[in-house]
Nanobody, 124 residues
């Protein structure tokens, strides 16, 4: 089992920045590729970003490319999502997810472990 705890969400004005963190415990963190997903009210959960277990490969949703950056620190068992130039449409609950293996997968069913989520609110 892998336990994931997100933090760093909050209220920010449009154009602002936030950095989300996801702390993992329970298994060897570097064995897992990690992803960030989000879900806004009334919408399906959608892929945001993913990173391979080494950190050498990343994938992003088109809607966040150039604004968001995913990174990880395997020594700290933590994955980050730096979000810049935030827009009102980025408001959602953001979830961290883990999958065994190297590939930075982009679909939710490929991830076995999920955190509880952290709320991001963007005011216009």
């Amino acid at each position: 089992q892998v336990q994931l705890v997100e933090s760093g969400g909050g209220l920010v004005q449009a154009g602002g920045s936030l950095r989300l963190s996801c702390a993992a415990s329970g298994r060897t963190f570097s064995n897992y590729a990690m992803g960030w997903f989000r879900q806004a009210p009334g919408k399906e959960r959608e892929f945001v970003a993913a990173i391979s277990r080494s950190g050498g490969s990343t994938n992003y949703a088109d809607s966040v490319k150039g604004r968001f950056t995913i990174s990880r620190d395997n020594a700290k068992n933590t994955v980050y999502l730096q979000m810049n130039s935030l827009k009102p449409e980025d408001a959602a609950v953001y979830y961290c997810a883990a999958r065994s293996g190297s590939y930075a997968a982009t679909t939710a069913p490929e991830y076995a472990y999920w955190g509880q989520g952290t709320q991001v609110t963007v005011s216009s």
